[in-house]
Each structure stands twice: as C-alpha cells, then as structure tokens.
C-alpha cells in the first residue's frame, strides 16, 4: 500500500502517464499553427528552422506586452539573437527595454523553458472531418531536435482513427467497431508504443504500416474513409508544447497538486483517504443503530427511505462516504436531500455569528472583506461529475424548484424553463460561465445594489428561522426520548399492555408497601426482644460479677479462719501457761470460744461458697443460653432487614418505573397530538417512521426555506461587503472580438505557485461570500481547472460526485484536494468510465515502481472512482464475502419482474423491489421475449428485428394511442442498429444504453441484434460478458421489458445474455415459434398480436395455386387445430411445385401413409425436391439401425414407425435426415410458404383433441434464416 511520500509521487506519476496515453491515443490536432508538410520533406534544417521561428514567436508573445511599441521591432531581433543562440538568457533580459519589472523573474522562467524544449511533434497520416472541422492523426511521432538531426523519440497510434479505418473498411458504425475491433486495436497500440527511437520517419512509418498489416490483415493504404473524413495528403509538424498538443486538463491538476505536495507537505484527509493513506478505520454499518434526525428535507410531499435517512446521517459524520446507488433507487433524491440539510446546518453556522461585524483586510488584502464565517466557508457544496447530463439535470432541477432570490430569478430562463431561484451556479466550461456571468451572476450584482431590508424584515426573518429551528429540536428530543423510553417497555406493543402494565406496577407499588410495613415491624419486634436479652444478660454478668466478688472474699475469710484454727489449736502446754507472751495466740483465744466454733464458721464458709458456686454456674449457663438466643434475634433481625432493603428497593425502582411510564404516556400524548399519528403506530413505529412521518417532513422542509430566507436576508444586510468580494472574485475582460474573458480572483493571481496560507484565507474568504449567494455549484470534472476553482485545501466543504461509477479514478483527485468532505454516489454495474489505455500497457512500469500490492490496489484498467471510493469510505456494507460502499436498496422505478434479472445476478439480491407485478398488459406480462430469428447484417443490424419493433410499436399506438410513443424506449446495444430503428419508427427515442443512462420509459424493447451465438461470439461477450449493458436495458422500464431477438443465439453463451433470458422464462412470457418447448402458455399463440409479431411482414403469392388455397383456408395465416395441419400437410405434398422439407421430432405412420408415401414418390420422380429432418433426443443412434433408433425415440407404435422410416430412406436417400434434438417443427414448400409452430407434422393426424397452432409465414427474410440456420441451405 501507499506508505510514504515517495509512493504517493510514484502512483499520481502513474496517473499522469496514464492521462497522457488516455488522450494522446485519442487526441484531435489542437495547435491551429502546426505547419503542414510532405512527409519525405521532413528534413532536419527544413524543421530546425521553423523550430527556431516558432521559440521566437512564443518569447516574443510572452515579452511584447512589457516592451514599449516603439521598441517591438528591436526586441524582435534580440529575441532572434538569443534563439540562435547568439546572446544568453540573461544578455537578453539586460538588454531588451522593458517598460515593467514586474513579473520578470517568472517571465524569464517561461522564456527559459521555450529555449530548452526541444521536443516537437510529427502528425500522419491526418484525417479531417469536415463537419465537426477538427483534424486528428493516425500516428503521433514525438521527436526531439539534436545538434544536427531529430529522434523520432516515440510514435502513438490514436485508437479513434484506428477506429474509423477498420469500420469503414468493413462499413460498419465507429461505436459497433470499437467494440468488435477492440482486442486489435488495443494489441495495434501497444506494438506501436513498444517501437524503438528512429531517426527516419519514413522507415519508421514502414514499420507501424507493416504492424497494421499483420494485425488488421490488410494493407493501411487500402483503408479508404469517405463521408465527413478525408485524409489529408501532407503532414502537420507542430513546435507547440506538450500541454497546447495534447489535452492536459486532469494531467496538469495531479501534477500541481503534486508539486504543492512536496513544497508543503499538505495532502488533506479527503486525498488521504481516497488514496488508503490515512490510516482511518470504517465503520460495517450492520453493528450501528440509527436513531436520528437530519434538518432540512428538500420537499415535504413524501419521506425519503430508510437508506437515504440513514445516509444523511452518515454524511455528517463522514469525510469520504461511497453510496452505492443500482437503478430506480433514488440517488438523485438522496443528493437532494443532503442539500436540504446541510443548507440549514449553514443557516445555524450563520445564526451564530449573525451581528458580528464584516473585517476589512486592507490594502495588503486587497480589499477584501471577511464575513464573520473567517473564510473557513462551512456547508459550501460542489456537485460535479464527468457526466454531463446528471450535472445539468440537478443544475437545472435546483433553478426550477427552489426559491431562492425568486425576486432576482424574475425573467430568468434555462433551457426554455423559469427559473424559481439562483440556488445553483451552473459553472463548468466557458460557455457555462459566460451564460452564469450574463444570466445570474451580474443581474444578481445589480438586484443586490438596489435591494434594500429593513432591520425589521431581517430580524423577523431570523425570528421566524429561529422559532422553527427551536421547535425542531424539541419535538427532535422528544422522539428521541420516546424512542428511548420505548425500549424499556418493549413487552408493551400497544395502549391496552401499556394500561396493563400501569395497573401491575401500581398493585406492584401498593403490595410491596404492605410487606415494608409488616417487615418493619418484624424488624422492630425483633430489635426489642434483642434489645431485652441483653439487659438480661448485662444483668447477670453483673451478678456474675458481684458473686465473684463475694467468693473471692468468702475465700479469703475460710483461709483465715483454717488459719485461726491453725492457731487456736496450737494453744497447749507452755503456750497455753504463758499465752501472754504470745500475743496472735491471746487474740485467737478471745475471738473465739473454742476450736469448734471455729470449725463450725469453717463450715458454714465452705457451705456459703458452694452456694455461690452453684449460683454462679446457673449464671453461666443463662448466658449461653441467652447469648444463643441473641444470636437467633439477630440473625432474624439481619434478615428482616435484607428483605426490608430489598423491598425498599423494589418500592423505588417501582416507583421510578412508574414515573417513566408516566413519563412515556405523557410523551405518547405529546407526539400524537404533534405528530398527527395515533398513539398505536407510535408504540410500534421505528425509529426511522417516526422521523420520516408527515409532520416531520413538513417541519425539515419548512426549515429548508427559512434557511434560504436566512441567507436572503443576510446578504441584504451586509450587501455592501459581498458586493464588493463578488466584483474582485468573478470579472470580465473584453476580449477583441466583442466577447469577454472571464476571469475568477484575478486579484489574487498567483502563476503556477503554491499560494501561501495568507493569500489562500483571502481566496477562500472571496468563495465564501459567493456559496452564501450561490450555495451549490455544479461544474463537470473536466472543466474543474485551477483557472476557476484555485488549488487550495479547504476551499469548499462538501463534494458530491454523481455518477462516479463512470468516472476514471484519478479524475476526482485533484478536485478532492480542494474539499473538505466527499460523498461519492454510483454503480459500477451500469456505464463504466470511458478509457482508451489498453489494459497492462503500464503494469510492468508500475508494479516495479508501487510494488505488486500497491498497483493491484490502484490498476486503472477496470477501476471507477465508486470502486476507489467504495475501498476508502468511512462507512460501509458487506454483501456476501464483497465489501461495498453503503447501498441504496429501495428500488422503486420498476416493477419487481422487471427488475429480477439484476436483483438476482447484478445486486446479489440486496435490492427490495417496492410495488407489485401489473400483468394487465399487452403480451400478457411486464417482462417479455420475442424470439425473432432473423439475419443479422454485416454491419450489425438486423431487419427482422427492427420489423418486429416497428409492430410491438404500432400494436402499441393501437391499444394507447399515438402519445404512447413517448413513453416508449428501444434500446440496442449497437449503433447502425439505433440508426435503422430511428429511421424505421420515428417518434420513438432510439440509441445505445449510453443514450438511455440515468433516464426512464414505461415501456422498453431491447433489440439484441445477434443471430448465432457460434459466429457472434464477440458481440455476445460485448452484450453478456459483463452485467453493465443488460442491467441498464432492464432498469430503464417502469411498466413494461420487451426483449425482441433470437434467443437461442441469446442463451448460446453461458454469461449475463442467458441469465437475462432464463429470467425473462421464470419471471415473465417467452414467445417462440422455433422453440416451443419454451412456450409460456399455448393459448397465447392464439392472440393475433403476438402472431404477428413472431411472423414478420407477410405477403401471400395469391398469383399460385398454393397461395390461392392458403388464402381461403387460412385467411389468418393461422393453423390452429391438429386436423387442419394434417389437411394442409396432405395439400402441400401434392401442390408443390419445387420442394417440400419437413422438420418434425418424430415419424409415424398415422401420418405417413401408404397414399403420402405415393404422393412422395411422385414428387420424388418428377425431380420436386423432398427433406425430411427427424429425431427426438436419442444418443448413439442413426438411419443404420432403424430398430435400435426406433426403440429409443419413438413413443409408440415403434413397428409401424420402423416400416415409415424404412420405407422414406428408400424413396429419399440422403433426403431423410436423422439430426437429434429437434425442437423445432416445421413444414416448408416451394421455398415460399413456411409453417412452424407446436404440431409434430409427420406424428399427428389431426385425431387427437390437443390444441396446436402454426403459423403460416411468407416473409421471405425469415424463410432464409430458416433455410440456413435448420435446413442447412445457403
């Protein structure tokens, strides 16, 4: 891929060089002073000096407007001296008196690249059309003048001459030898750009004659032109540069656009993109949702499709967006409706800055004024494409339907129609811009300057736009609240569920209240008797607490007193006599009276500590126990509370609920009051019915005017500075022939330099204020030139480019440059862009250079620009496995049958056919074949054909009336073809597809032209091979398709020509004479019409006793029970003159009888021609094993049959023919009377209750075919 600046030089290189050979292959002669000459007297000093003339020509024209009169003749003859190299360039400039120094230096420049070209060119043979008073050359010899002689450098053979030479050599049409003669013509170019330098033309003309010889198989002197085309005798030599020789208009964008490029560095995002550089990711638009709403619609009588509402949107968001557009989808309506929108985002762009004031850029800005908008010239549109009656049709369409400046329209006329408006500057080529300037532009400049608007007016306008904008995005925001309020309450589809579900989140609401109410009091009970156990047991511990305490000193009591009576007891003998001396002794024995005592208090101690003991142990176990029953409480009380928590959160989720639906139903209410639709198509209308209903097409629409009056009405109040910036943006120059040049910011001139960011705000600043008084531009891509519109990124926002899929890719390049955003619509399934590279010519080159990805990824040969810009856009689809821009699926234009063959085969069934089948119609059906076998001519027409045409036309004007006409479309893949049809049914518009392109009729008949699929190989691949040609003959017909030609050479190949017919078969009524087993309905051969059609022209030879007989038994020409057939067959056998030939599947003997095989011998012995052709589908059988023949063909009767066949190959010989399958049934005698149709002549006897039908046919172009094609006879 492209990765670096070295790759993007290298693939526009490749642009360029394929530009060049795209118009030097086909170029006209345009220098009018190249020099005419012998071509043996193209000697070398004969064209050095008129080389060294013409440099001093082309110097003196760039200098003599900087040189005083007086001083021409001096400056003549310096200019001479440099020439011939006598003085330098810069002895030159000291020299010669210029009056100015201005522009000196870029002067010098072009005097210095006259000097060094070098390179002059050589035209012959040459060919002069008279009519059109133009000259092109059959081979271009590019040549380069060395020190004494010239190289033949390079020879180009221009395919158009090559053209015309094998067409009138084989009396052809141009276009029908284009397409025969393609493959030579293309392999006649490459070998002669592949030709090595020369420095003899005239052996190097020898050369490209011998090439011609071997290709075209006839010597080039013998190829004679006559009519508008002479050849000329002499040579023209012209010393012109390359860019005044060969046209140069896409050439020399790229090349500009390239040389900024790598002086700035600045390729913007929409070049970027459209050449895979940058790096953007795109968006599948299957993963997105839709729910918006644009601003503005184009009109208010009904909505755009759900594509089309979806695309608006992706625009927006978009900087290069690719619609893919099949027929009949509305691609025209979608360019409109962006229109609309993007209009009114500049009328909010406007509103925005709307009492700022307007700056003056002083004298340094030429005087210029910059809106408040600061140049950047938001929502600015240019509609272009190479197609010059889309871009007049929308031109048009945008003067006649939109008001605009009405007041300033006033008189104002287009193409014979009044102009509504100016919304639209029809820009493009001189003549455009002469009949803008004249028509729009001036008158518009003179209705400004005397135009007045009150502040009032101006405000009430703004008021007005404002008040409509307000209520366009609040009932904007209300649908989109709905919408999204809707998906909560997706389960409720209509009022009666949405009631319904009120009333359950009420009861929902009330029921869960009841239970917080019982589980708040749960929960408080609960808390209350936890609360309680804990009392109890803080109670017992302080019990608990207390009895310890006791203990403790019940312990310590029972110690002393174990001690006292330690003590006390130890009172005898010496202690007891002398107790005084022992005083805790003394203290023992007066506290107590007796050791017993003290063993009783022991005892009583030890009893009151087991009671505390005791009491203590119950306390212990009460508190387990109560601790165990806290526990319960608590849990139960956690629990309670996780259900209260719960269903208080249900309760405001309900409650929330219940606010939303209120909410919704309020909203329901709203919108169907606003919307004027019932509340149950909102429920269940998405989200793009909801923006496209009545009202709310009405609102965008309304928004749409009041944006143009917002423009209006700002002009007017800032008039003077657009004005001003109008008269130095566009000017006239007298030219000296009365006419004008004109000359777009003239002021701001910049040669062929880069403009600096300064100089390009105030270009851009001047283009602002002409898109705010003309707001969309149209001009063709080939008129889309720096002249008019200055190379500079950003100077328009939006580029709409129609038709792109006729487009050549690198012609939207340059054009790009200029835009901030893109959007491509087109097919590449219709009229592919027209090119005369043959294909490869550049591959080698190219993929050495870009790398076999890279050329893979941009190989012109059949690429468009829908192809390049459906790889780069933002958004896009995928259809099977195929990656697509964004496809506009609803068809519209013609009935679904019509349109099967490309729903199935071109568009991969994405397409919904709306509307339904009318079968209401002449023929029985809206999609019909004619098998019509007739010759066709060498130069590709075919008579039986164009009668078949001129009936099906006089049949209609019969039924409709002579104003049907209009209605009616023949379309033919070939030009003498369109020619004999034009001449043959006047009133009837007749062409190729190409003239038929983006048009429509009610009724269309395709003439295919081809007779045989074996010999018409190459126009059944032109016809068939691709899908373009068929899906524009099919989409063109809103009532009715009528295919007229013969379908076996139709269904012969196995490409796009028999997907058409066997279509036509499932969908529709295929009607035959030839090919009965593809007969759609036998009664139908009962309708006259039809008949006729099939037949031809018919003319019954009553001067004999055959058509004397026909004539009163078949007074219609029409057989139409089994036993007339047998009747006429038994007639003919014995009334013919000079043969009798049968075509008939089977033999039998009810027919041939014992008395027909007597009538045969007569014949046979009177020297009266007899054929018999039969054979059903047997395999590996012949007349050598009649048994084994009969076994397998015959159905019944096989023996008598056996006997028949025998008996006839005896009287016939070789006259009897067994050539299985044969579908065809036929009886022909005298070579004058032809019957064919459904009855088998020699198996049915006329007993059988079967309908059959013949016709009985005369014409004698159709008896030929038949005699050729089935009978072998030339």
């Known amino acids: 891929m492209v990765k670096n600046m070295g790759d993007i030089n290298n693939l526009i290189s490749y642009f360029c060089e394929y530009d060049f050979y795209n118009n030097i292959l086909s170029a006209e002669i345009r220098d009018k002073r190249a020099i005419d000459v012998l071509l043996e007297n193209c000697k070398f000093p004969f064209l050095s000096a008129k080389m ?179 050849m000329l005798e002499k040579a023209l030599v012209s010393f012109a540069s390359q860019d005044a020789v060969i046209e140069n208009c896409f050439r020399d964008e790229m090349e500009t656009m390239e040389r900024f490029y790598s002086q700035d560095g600045i390729l913007p995002e929409t070049v970027q993109q459209y050449m895979g550089i940058s790096g953007k990711s795109a968006e599948d638009i299957s993963g997105i949702s839709f729910h918006g709403s644009h601003l503005g619609s184009y009109q208010a009588e009904y909505p755009v499709n759900r594509k089309q509402w979806e695309l608006v949107q992706m625009a927006e968001k978009s900087t290069l967006l690719c619609v893919e557009g099949p027929p009949g989808t509305g691609k025209t309506t979608l360019l409109k409706e962006l229109i609309a929108d993007t209009l009114v985002k500049k009328a909010d762009a406007l509103l925005e800055v709307w009492d700022k004031p307007w700056i003056d850029m002083g004298a340094e800005g030429k005087k210029i004024k910059c809106s408040p908008l600061a140049g950047k010239n938001p929502y600015s549109i240019v509609i272009s494409s190479t197609n010059n009656k889309a871009i007049d049709n929308i031109g048009l369409e945008l003067l006649r339907e939109v008001a605009f400046f009405s007041e300033c329209a006033g008189e104002i006329e287009t193409d014979g129609a009044k102009c509504a408006g100016i919304l639209c500057a029809r820009l493009g080529n001189s003549g455009n811009i002469e009949d803008f300037y004249n028509s729009f532009f001036r008158p518009f400049c003179d209705f400004l300057e005397n135009k007045e608007i009150t502040q009032k007016e101006a405000e009430a306008v703004k008021e007005h736009y404002m008040e409509l904008r307000t209520k366009m995005d ?48 749960n929960y408080s009970d609960c808390l209350n008797e936890t609360a309680e156990l804990k009392r109890k047991n803080n109670e017992a511990e302080q019990e608990k607490s207390r009895l310890a305490k006791q203990k403790e000193e019940s312990e310590k009591q029972l110690s002393a007193l174990y001690s006292d009576l330690e ?7 010496v202690k007891k006599m002398f107790i005084f001396l022992f005083p805790a002794a003394g203290e023992v024995k007066k506290k107590y009276g007796s050791a017993q005592q003290i063993r009783d208090m022991i005892y009583d101690r030890k009893k009151q500590h087991e009671s505390l003991d005791g009491r203590m142990n119950e306390l212990v176990m009460e508190a387990a126990r109560s601790k ?24 405001e989720n309900v409650r929330k609920e219940q606010q939303i639906l209120e909410a919704y139903l309020k909203l329901l209410s709203m919108l169907e009051q606003e919307l004027e639709i019932s509340a149950e198509q909102c429920l269940k209308a998405e989200a793009f019915m909801f923006f496209s209903c009545p009202r709310i097409i009405t609102m965008r629409n309304q928004l749409f005017m009041a944006s143009l009056s917002l423009f209006e009405s700002y002009v007017l109040r800032n008039k003077e500075p657009v004005l001003e910036n109008l008269n130095i943006l566009l000017t006239a120059q007298e030219r000296g022939d009365g006419g004008a040049f004109y000359n777009w910011c003239r002021a701001l001139y910049n040669g062929d330099a880069a403009y600096k960011e300064e100089k390009a705000a105030l270009v851009r600043m001047l283009w602002e204020t002409f898109f705010l008084c003309f707001p969309v531009v149209t001009t063709t891509l080939h008129s889309f ?47 592919e862009p027209i090119k005369s590279v043959p294909s490869s010519l550049l591959e080698k080159k190219y993929t050495d250079l870009l790398g076999e990805d890279c050329y893979e990824r941009f190989c012109l040969d059949a690429a468009s620009a829908q192809s390049y810009a459906a790889k780069a856009s933002d958004f896009f689809e995928m259809v099977g496995d195929i990656r697509q821009g964004v496809i506009l699926t609803e068809h519209r234009r013609c009935e679904p049958a019509i349109m099967a063959f490309s729903n199935k085969y071109v568009y991969n069934h994405v397409l919904e056919l709306v509307g339904t089948d009318d079968n209401r119609k002449l023929f029985g059906s ?10 066709k001519a060498a130069q590709h027409y075919n008579v039986a054909e164009i009668q078949a045409c001129q009936e099906i036309v006089r049949i209609f004007v ?23 049809l034009r001449k043959s049914i006047p009133g009837v518009e007749t062409g190729t597809v190409h003239v038929f392109q983006g048009a429509e009729k009610k009724y269309i008949l395709f003439s295919c032209v081809i007779d045989t699929a074996e010999n018409d190989s190459g126009l059944c691949n032109f016809i068939g091979g691709k899908c373009n040609l068929l899906n524009v003959a099919f989409s063109r017909a809103k009532k009715q398709f009528i295919f007229v030609g013969n379908l076996s050479a139709a269904q012969g190949k196995n490409n796009y020509l028999k997907k058409a017919v066997d279509v036509i078969g499932e969908s529709g009524k295929i009607y035959s004479l030839f090919d009965t087993d593809r007969l759609s309905g036998e009664n139908m051969l009962w309708d006259e019409n039809i008949i006729h059609i099939l037949s031809g022209e018919q003319k019954l030879a009553e001067e004999d006793e055959i058509g004397r007989y026909l004539k009163e038994v078949i007074p219609h020409n029409i057989i139409d029970t089994p036993r007339l057939h047998n009747e006429i067959l038994n007639e003919m056998v014995l009334r013919a003159v000079q043969s009798i030939q049968i075509i008939s599947p089977w033999i039998g003997r009810n027919v041939v009888t014992d008395r027909m095989l007597e009538a045969i011998r007569d014949k046979v012995e009177n020297e009266i021609q007899v054929r018999i052709i039969f054979g059903y589908k047997a395999e590996d059988c012949s007349l050598e094993d009649i048994d084994k023949l009969v076994q397998q063909d015959i159905p019944w009767e096989k023996e008598a049959s056996a006997d028949v066949i025998r008996k006839l190959r005896i009287l016939l010989g070789d006259g009897l023919k067994y050539e299985p399958p044969t579908h065809i049934k036929l009886l022909m005698v005298d070579d004058r009377y032809l019957f064919i149709g459904s009855l088998n002549w020699l198996y049915n006897s006329g007993k059988t209750e079967r309908k059959e039908i013949s016709c009985l046919i005369t014409n004698s172009d159709t008896i030929q075919y038949v005699k050729e094609r089935f009978l072998n006879q030339r």
């Not at 990124?793 to 200029?818: H, K, N, T, W």
Request: net charge neutral; hydrophobic share 35%; charged share 30%.
């Open 52 to 230: 060294a003339e013409r440099k001093a020509e082309q110097i003196l024209q760039i200098l003599s407007g900087k040189l005083p009169l007086n001083k021409k003749q001096e400056g003549k003859n310096l200019i001479r001296e440099y020439v011939d190299h006598r003085i330098s360039l810069q002895d030159l400039f000291q020299r010669l008196p210029f009056t100015t120094q201005k522009f000196l230096g870029q002067a010098k420049e072009e005097v210095n690249k006259i000097e060094n070209n070098h390179i002059f060119y050589i035209f012959y043979p040459v060919y002069l059309n008279r009519r059109k008073h133009t000259q092109q050359p059959l081979f271009t010899f590019t040549c380069e003048r060395l020190e004494d002689s010239y190289r033949i450098q390079k020879v180009y053979a221009n395919k158009n001459i090559l053209t015309l030479l094998v067409a009138q050599k084989n009396d052809m049409e141009l276009t029908d030898a284009r397409v025969l003669y393609e493959k030579q013509i293309d392999e006649m170019s490459a070998a002669v750009d592949a030709l090595h330098p020369e420095e003899s033309i005239l052996n190097l003309y020898q050369t490209v004659s011998g090439e011609f010889r071997h290709i075209f198989g006839t010597q080039l002197q013998a190829c004679q032109v006559s009519g508008d085309w002479q």
């Open 474 to 521: 609040r009932t904007s925001r209300k649908m989109t609240e709905f919408i999204s309020l809707r998906e909560k309450f997706e389960d409720c589809s209509s009022l009666k569920e949405l009631w319904e579900k009120q009333q359950y989140i009420e009861k929902e609401f009330s029921k869960t209240a009841a239970k917080i109410k019982e589980e708040e009091k």
């Open 567 to 573: 003590e006390y007891e130890s009172i005898t003998g």
């Open 628 to 651: 165990e029953r806290q526990g319960i409480q608590e849990k139960e009380a956690a629990a309670i509370q996780t259900e209260l928590l719960k269903n208080k959160s249900h309760s």
């Open 785 to 831: 030139r720096k002249t008019t519109f200055p190379m500079i990124p950003g100077l328009f926002d939006m580029l709409l480019i129609d038709e792109s899929g006729q487009i050549v890719p690198y012609y939207a390049l340059a054009p790009l440059y200029r835009a901030g955003r893109a959007v491509f619509v087109g097919d590449v399934n219709q009229i």
């Open 926 to 935: 809206n999609l019909t074949a004619f098998d019509i076998r007739g010759f």
């Open 958 to 980: 019969r039924e409709y009336g002579e104003e049907v006409k209009k209605d009616i479309g023949i379309i033919t893949p070939f030009s003498k073809q369109a020619e004999m």
